[in-house]
């Protein structure tokens, strides 16, 4: 059972700053790791993923990954308002093309 | 446009009724899952299937039932509601090895399904 972790929310953050949101997983087997971000009433839409210890940027996000602490983390640059959302952690194992979720962090953008 | 579609988007109904819940998908994707999400708790898979004669349970699969009638749906039934099935219920896709990444899903817009 692959158990997902995020920091528990909500989160508020000042348009312009940095929204920093975390993840951590159970399964050390893990290998690819995902975030979604979902608008209320919507469905999850794919933003970031990383398979490779370190960072990896995407326009204002950077996704990091330590596989060795077994933690994920998002940053988000120059906050939004359109950014205000719920994140969620996605984590799934060598073998297993299931995806496990974490319950999701909210994000405010105070504009 | 490749998509995710499901069917219907809101629907309420009564205790002990039956419900079929539909996706359809251009994606040509092989794998399709079905989810449901409540507040607080985030998604959790109840059923899978890797091809249409593969059907695999998940996490949470007492109370429904699915249907692979073809590479590009998958239905998921309640066979007897009961109001704790109130919940957001998704739909998703992904690619086998060689047409994409397998662990990448897309999600459908989602079915309400308030059960009273």
């Known amino acids: 059972q692959k158990e997902v972790e995020q920091n528990s929310g909500p989160l508020s953050v000042p348009e312009g700053a940095i929204a920093s949101l975390n993840c951590t997983y159970s399964d050390r087997g893990s290998q690819s790791f995902f975030w979604y971000r979902q608008y209320s009433g919507k469905s999850p839409e794919l933003i970031m993923f990383i398979y490779s210890n370190g960072d990896k940027e995407d326009g204002r996000f950077t996704a990091q990954l330590n596989k060795a602490s077994q933690y994920v983390s998002l940053l988000i640059r120059d906050s939004q308002p359109s950014d205000s959302a719920t994140y969620l952690c996605a984590v799934n194992g060598a073998n297993d093309y299931k995806l496990s979720f974490g319950a999701g962090t909210t994000v405010t953008v105070r504009a | ?116």
């Open chain 2, 1 to 116: 446009d490749a998509d995710v579609t499901q069917t219907p988007r809101n629907r309420i109904t009564k205790t002990g009724k039956r419900i079929m819940l539909e996706c359809s998908q251009t994606k040509g994707h092989d794998r399709m899952y079905w989810y449901r999400q409540d507040p607080g708790l985030g998604l959790r898979l109840i059923y899978y299937s890797f091809d249409v004669k593969d059907i695999n349970k998940g996490e949470i699969s007492d109370g429904y039932s699915v249907s692979r009638q073809a590479q590009a749906k998958f239905s998921l039934s309640l066979e007897s509601a009961i109001p704790n099935q109130t919940a957001l219920y998704f739909c998703a896709t992904s690619p086998i090895p060689g047409q994409g990444r397998p662990d990448t899903q897309y999600f459908g817009p989602g079915t309400r399904l308030t059960v009273l």
